[in-house]
């Protein structure tokens, strides 16, 4: 998906390579998501920066690793770094070709970390992976095709183990030099998406829910603002 990344070669830190485990529904061009995404990852060797999501660091770091589901992994940065840090990491996305290099990404990185990360490739409209986890991610889920993104954030918050975390980060608006490329895709509030969830009373305590603007380079290398949001939750224990 657009998960609201850009290109390498004009992104900074925050957006990463989270990637597009997106649904294959309608893409863009007419084709399926996945065909979309294949493409998109195959027009070049490297799409995303190879670092982390900003505000994944920021929030798990002090984290106890465990089993972590890293949904729309792209290039896989995110399970790559979570993997460096102890997590046994399930990383999902649509695309065959992130997958792909996401794996070859990993065996190139510190000893262990490749073992601890299981790639699986699914549309998130139709499967979703198996068990529980102590953390599910959610970085940039955007597409500008046809995505349930709804129905999949409610499926990852039913993944969330007691006791676990459940982070979604998203844009909540449009780079400031870009018209709306996509005016079908809404961009939620924090507030949104957490009533989207449709959560049990008394079930999840709320961590963050925040809006914040951040730097980004703009195409023409120049620096521009983008604001994105963040929401944090935690399934009380049983």
């Known amino acids: 998906m657009t998960h609201g990344q850009s290109p390498a070669d004009v992104r900074t830190d925050d957006e ?55 949904l729309g992994c792209g290039e896989g940065a995110d399970s790559i770094w979570l993997a460096g840090r102890g997590w046994r990491v399930t990383a999902v996305d649509i695309s065959g070709v992130a997958l792909a290099r996401a794996e070859r990404h990993a065996a190139t990185t510190d000893a262990g970390v490749a073992d601890r990360i299981d790639w699986q490739r699914h549309d998130l409209a139709v499967s979703f992976p198996a068990g529980t986890f102590d953390l599910v991610s959610a970085q940039f889920l955007h597409s500008p095709g046809d995505m349930p993104r709804e129905r999949i954030l409610r499926n ?72 994105d949001n963040a929401l944090k939750l935690r399934r009380r224990a049983v």
């Open 156 to 227: 990852a918050a039913a993944a969330v183990a007691p006791g676990g975390v459940l982070l979604i980060v998203g844009h909540a608006g449009l780079p400031s030099w870009e018209a709306n490329p996509h005016p079908e895709v809404h961009l939620p509030t924090p507030a949104e998406v957490l009533e989207s969830l449709e959560l049990p009373d008394g079930e999840w305590e709320v961590l963050l829910s925040d809006e914040h603007e951040r730097i980004q380079t703009r195409p023409d290398g120049q620096p521009g603002t983008r604001t």
């Open 16 to 70: 990463t390579d989270s990637g597009t485990g997106r649904s294959a529904g309608g893409g863009p061009d007419g084709g399926t998501n996945q065909e979309f995404w294949d493409s998109r990852y195959g027009e070049s060797d490297r799409i995303w920066s190879g670092d982390p999501n900003t505000v994944l660091v920021r929030e798990v770091t002090e984290l106890k690793p465990g089993r972590a589901l890293d």
